[in-house]
């Protein structure tokens, strides 16, 4: 195991991304339809501009889900062997649990959490 099996693997991945790029392009029949060019918005045609600003606070919401849901992955593997780490590992894990904690606290408190402004 060294670097050749890195770059074997680097080499592979390429090569079936440019077959499957390939086959696609071989195998699919191409057609013209207006159709196909229009935005697909859950099987209703769009209505209004589709260059529309969307709120800022989504965005925040999904970070931060994103954030804490990156964060379960963590927690995972010391489920795992929360008794072969003993008291020592429940005590880190009891902090990574409070860290969490103070940062969703900190975000309620910066109204990230709020859908709406002000939170009304």
């Known amino acids: 195991m060294g670097i050749q099996s890195v770059i074997l693997m680097i080499i592979a991945g390429l090569g079936f991304w440019g ?3 390939m086959t696609s392009h071989i ?6 339809n207006k159709n196909k060019s229009l ?4 099987g209703m045609i769009s209505a209004g501009d589709i260059l529309h600003q969307q709120s800022i ?13 990156v964060e379960l992955m ?27 904690l103070l940062g969703l606290v900190y975000a ?13």
């Open 19 to 21: 077959l499957s790029l």
């Open 27 to 32: 195998l699919i029949k191409k057609s013209s």
């Open 108 to 120: 309620h408190k910066k109204q990230v959490l709020n859908w709406t402004k002000n939170g009304q």
């Open 39 to 42: 935005p697909y918005e859950c």
């Open 57 to 69: 606070g989504y965005f925040k919401f999904a970070l931060i889900f994103l954030i804490f849901e």
């Open 74 to 100: 963590y927690l995972y593997p010391w489920a795992t062997i929360a008794k072969q780490v003993g008291l020592r590992g429940f005590i880190e894990i009891c902090i990574f649990i409070l860290l969490l």
